[in-house]
Each structure stands twice: as structure tokens, then as C-alpha cells.
């Protein structure tokens, strides 16, 4: 053992008061120590911020972390006076003598770590300062906010390529938890971290169980949940609209739940208020849109569930996990349904930017729908996604109850048929609900309005109820053999599916689970 790496040792028990390093944390802070460049990818809950934050104690120098989370700087800086490290932050909500106070610590040298913004090293006044202290290294937390590939780009992240040209000998270390391959190269690439040495953990969370459901009764289906398994847990509940928050979390509290709201709608104080009663007291759920989450450190979540469909793969497990950092059992459930396609598609459709970005965003959805679709273990193929090799863990909804395939080929030349057929009335479009309904043969109003009972198709798919059909649907969506266009969600062909018209392609299909039991009244599916 030498001299440094005591040196970590002795700050890991004497300042955090822990007794061992945990996974690669040793390796990662003596290279560190030692002056190289790291690139860390860890799940969350997996011990990154020990990682800069021993070496910035252990080497001469202050050590600058740049963190997109403004929100949680006073916190973590916080906590970590509380432990005798000497501490700051500079960002926009401090006013002018607030930031000269830290500057001059700064400067002083009375600082061990000094977090900033990213937007803070976009002023060259900053960079001034910092030219005029002494930099033991530069950590960058969420270093995937750099990626346009990833899920969370953020601008500002563009400008810390310049850190290396600045300072080219102090050491850096980005941090994020979650990458995939691209998203991995794409940060090293634009952080000019050409020498850095890769550092992958583990992304397993094996205490997290993953479940994916039907969405029929989104609300009751989660109060089951939460009154048969988590009862009186702490949880984070993810909706993808504010007003989706607002409903679910006032729901939850009629039905005797201890639950708060969270969006970027509410005030400052609210938030950070229903923030802190989420991390102080016990049982409180959590109903959020993703604006809540990042940086949060709350070792007992018991579940994190989502009511829509998360736009990523990694969004998504960077989301559910949340759950479970203390390594106890906990669950990662998510309901979806056809309408979250179709809204998906609708924003990938209107949003802004150009087609390589429409693209990038589309074959996000697209991951994630054959995720919610496969028949194999969930862990096996999020961690394929994370370019990680795995068995069946048997601790997931797919490996705990194997679904039951069966040979949906005629039924999806049914439904496509249909499709095709209503193709040809251009001036009308229609989603699935109308196609479904002429397949049941179901004279409603709009169908007799829209003469579709003349349709050959009409009535030719009774062997299936509306839920199979809609996982018919899904299925094909998630698979590419049918795809949703525009405003009102029109279902159009794929060019594969017409090798399923054709008899070419046989398509397996998942069974719908039995629909729970239960008698309440607002049923939609
Ligand atoms: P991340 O940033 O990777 O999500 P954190 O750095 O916040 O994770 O660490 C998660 C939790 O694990 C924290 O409560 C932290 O104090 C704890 N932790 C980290 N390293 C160790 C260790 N070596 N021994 C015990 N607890 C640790
Ligand atoms: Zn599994």
C-alpha cells in the first residue's frame, strides 16, 4: 500500500466515517490522486460522489465540481460541513455578497471543494478566478448532460471542452450514471478526455424488481400497489405532465395516501419544501415529473413507479433507480399503454429541432417500447443496453411469470388489413380505437357514420376483446410493423409489414395478462 492510498483510506474512515471503499471506488480515486483523467460510469446510489470528492481532499488544491443541479448545491454543500469538509458553491441564486464571500475563500485556499454550475464557466470572470487559485481537479457530475445523444443534453455542458485547453494539467474526472455505448464515446469525445481511463461499474441493481404492466385503470392500478406492497413506503410516483401530477397526487391523498405533488409549476418554496418532507420524514410518496430525482440521496425508496411512458431507456433506469439504494428489495413499476405511443409519437412529431434529432429521439421511443414489449428478463435487456452481458435474474416480472406467447400472425394481417383499408379514405384518419372497433364489428356511431360496417374487415376479428386487441397494437408499434403519424395519431404501414400481409413474417405475440378484478367504474383501456 503506499503513501496516497492510505492517505484515501484514512479520509474515507476519519471524515465520511466509512469503513471500506466500495466496488472500483479505490482504483477510481488513487488514479485520480495520482493526476489522471477518469471517465466513471455507476449506477445511481452506486458511490460517485466519493469519488472526487476523497481525491480533492487528499491532493494540494481546491476541487471544482461542476453540477447541473443548482437546486441541491446548498444541500450537498451542507452536508458535507456538517462532516468538517470545507465546502462552497457558486451560482445564480446567490446574490453579489454571498458569491464574493466564496470567491474569497476560494482564494484564500480555505476551500476543499467548490461546486459551480456549468453556465458560471461560460463568464470569463470565473475562469478568471479560478486562474488565480490553486485547482487540485475538476469533477463534471451528469457528464452525459454533454451528450446530444443522450437523453439530457445540456448546452452549457459544451463549454467545459475548454477546461483541458485551460488547464491541461489538472486532473478531471466526469461522472455519470447512465450511458449507453454511444453516449460513452460521445462524452469522451467532446470532453477531450482522449487519455482518460473508463471506469464501468456494474449497472445491475439486483435488489430493484422491474415490472412493467398493461395501463388500463392507471390510478387504481397504482393504489393497489401501494396498499398491497408498499404500505406506508417512500416513493417516487413519475407522471409525464404537471397536470398528471397534480391529479395523481390528489387522488392518492383522498385515498388516505401520504402523497405530495412536484413539478416545475409550483414555487420555488413548495418544491423545496415537499422536497425536503420527502427526505426527512418517512413514507412520504413522491408524485413528480422528472423535474424531481436527479441528486437526490434517500437510501430508503421503496418503489418508483411511472404512470407514462418514459422517453428513454435511460431516463428510464436512471429513474427507477431511485429505488433501493440502501440494496434492500424494492420495485421499479411502470404502466403503459397504446395512448403513450401515440402521445410520444405526437411530440417526436412537433418538436423542435432538425430530422437528426427527430430521429435520435424516435429510436429512444423505440428502445423503450421493446422493452415494455419483450417476453425475455427486463434486467437482461436493460443491461444489454448498457452493453452488459447478463443472465434471466429471476427477480423481474418476465422471469417471475413468463408470458405466454402465441401466433398473433393472422391477427396482425387483420388489424393491418384494416389499416390499409381505411388508408384509402384519405381525407379521414383514424387511430386504433375505430380500427378496433370495425374488427369487433361495433356499429357506434362514427363507425355508421363513416359507413365502415360495408368494410370487408368489419367483424372479421371477434376472437379477441378490445384489451388483446390493444396489445396487438402496441406489439406491432413496438416492433415496427406499424407505425402512428401525426396530429390525431393515424396508424400507417411500415414497409415491413408487408412481409406480414404477405404470410412472410410470422409474429409472436405476448399475451395480454388477465385483466385484475375489480368492479370500479371509469374502466378505460
Ligand atoms: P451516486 O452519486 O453514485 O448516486 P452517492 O455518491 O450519492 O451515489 O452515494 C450513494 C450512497 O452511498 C450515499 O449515501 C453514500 O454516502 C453511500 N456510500 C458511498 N460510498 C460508500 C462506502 N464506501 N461505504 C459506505 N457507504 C457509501
Ligand atoms: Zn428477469
Known amino acids: 500500500m503506499d503513501i496516497t492510498d492510505s492517505d484515501a483510506l484514512r479520509c474515507l474512515r476519519r471524515v465520511f466515517g466509512y469503513d471500506a471503499f466500495r466496488g472500483e471506488q479505490q482504483e477510481i480515486i488513487e488514479h485520480v490522486v495520482g493526476g489522471g483523467d477518469a471517465l466513471v460510469l455507476m449506477p445511481t446510489g452506486g458511490g460517485k460522489s466519493l469519488c472526487y470528492q476523497i481525491p480533492a481532499l487528499v491532493r494540494p488544491g481546491v476541487g471544482i465540481v461542476v453540477s447541473p443541479l443548482i437546486a441541491l448545491m446548498q444541500d450537498q454543500v451542507d452536508a458535507l460541513r456538517a462532516l468538517g469538509v470545507r465546502a462552497g458553491f457558486l451560482n445564480s441564486t446567490q446574490d453579489p455578497d454571498e458569491r464574493r464571500m466564496v470567491e474569497a475563500e476560494f482564494l484564500a485556499g480555505e476551500l476543499d471543494l467548490l461546486y459551480l454550475a456549468p453556465e458560471r464557466l461560460r463568464v470569463e470572470a470565473t475562469l478568471r478566478l479560478l486562474d488565480r487559485g490553486k485547482i ?32 491541461p494539467d489538472v486532473p478531471r474526472i466526469a461522472l455519470t450514471a447512465t450511458a449507453t455505448e454511444a453516449t460513452r464515446k460521445e462524452i469522451a469525445a467532446r470532453l477531450q478526455l482522449d487519455g482518460a481511463r473508463h471506469f464501468v461499474a456494474s449497472f445491475d441493481r439486483p435488489n430493484i424488481q422491474y415490472r412493467i404492466v398493461p395501463k388500463n385503470e392507471p390510478k387504481r392500478q397504482l393504489l393497489e400497489l401501494l396498499r398491497t406492497e408498499h404500505a406506508g413506503d417512500a416513493g417516487v410516483v413519475y407522471c409525464l405532465s404537471r397536470k398528471g401530477v397534480e391529479d395523481t397526487a390528489a387522488f392518492l391523498v383522498q385515498s388516505g395516501i401520504d402523497a405530495l405533488p ?119 435487456q436493460l443491461l444489454a443496453y448498457f452493453g ?134 371509469a374502466a378505460r383501456s
Open 136 to 167: 487540485s481537479l475538476f469533477a463534471i457530475d451528469e457528464a452525459h448532460c454533454v451528450a446530444q445523444w443522450g437523453h439530457d443534453f445540456r448546452p452549457d455542458y459544451l463549454a467545459l471542452s475548454m477546461l483541458h485547453e485551460r488547464w
Open 262 to 380: 412536484y413539478h416545475a409549476g409550483l414555487d420555488a418554496a413548495t418544491r423545496a419544501a415537499h422536497q425536503s418532507r420527502f427526505l426527512r420524514e418517512d413514507g412520504i410518496v413522491m408524485v413528480a415529473t422528472i423535474a424531481f430525482g436527479m441528486g437526490i440521496d434517500k437510501p430508503d425508496v421503496r418503489f418508483v413507479a411511472h404512470l407514462d411512458l418514459p422517453k428513454s431507456v435511460e431516463g428510464y433506469y436512471q429513474e427507477t433507480g431511485r429505488a433501493g439504494r440502501d440494496g434492500q428489495p424494492s420495485t421499479a413499476w411502470l404502466a403503459y399503454g397504446l395512448q403513450d405511443v401515440v402521445q410520444q409519437r405526437k411530440l417526436i412529431d412537433g418538436s423542435e429541432g432538425d430530422d437528426a434529432h427527430r430521429r435520435r429521439l424516435a429510436a429512444h421511443l423505440e428502445a423503450m417500447l421493446a422493452l415494455c414489449e419483450t417476453v425475455e428478463c427486463r434486467r437482461v
Open 388 to 521: 452488459q452481458p447478463s443472465g434471466p435474474c429471476g427477480n423481474c416480472d418476465t422471469c417471475l411469470t413468463p408470458p405466454v406467447t402465441w401466433d398473433g400472425t393472422v391477427a396482425a394481417q387483420k388489424f393491418l388489413s384494416a389499416v390499409l383499408r381505411l388508408a384509402r379514405e384519405r381525407r379521414q384518419k383514424f387511430g386504433a380505437g375505430q380500427i378496433i372497433d370495425i374488427l369487433l364489428g361495433k356499429k357506434t356511431a362514427k363507425v355508421i357514420q363513416h359507413d365502415h360496417d360495408a368494410l370487408t374487415v368489419f367483424g372479421i376479428g371477434t376472437e379477441l376483446g378490445t384489451a388483446e386487441w390493444r396489445g396487438v397494437v402496441r406489439q406491432l408499434l413496438a416492433r415496427g410493423l406499424l407505425a402512428v403519424e401525426g396530429e390525431y395519431g393515424t396508424l400507417v404501414l411500415t414497409e415491413a409489414s408487408g412481409d406480414v400481409l404477405g404470410s412472410r413474417r410470422q409474429v409472436l405475440l405476448r399475451r395480454e395478462p388477465e385483466k385484475p378484478v375489480r368492479s370500479a367504474g
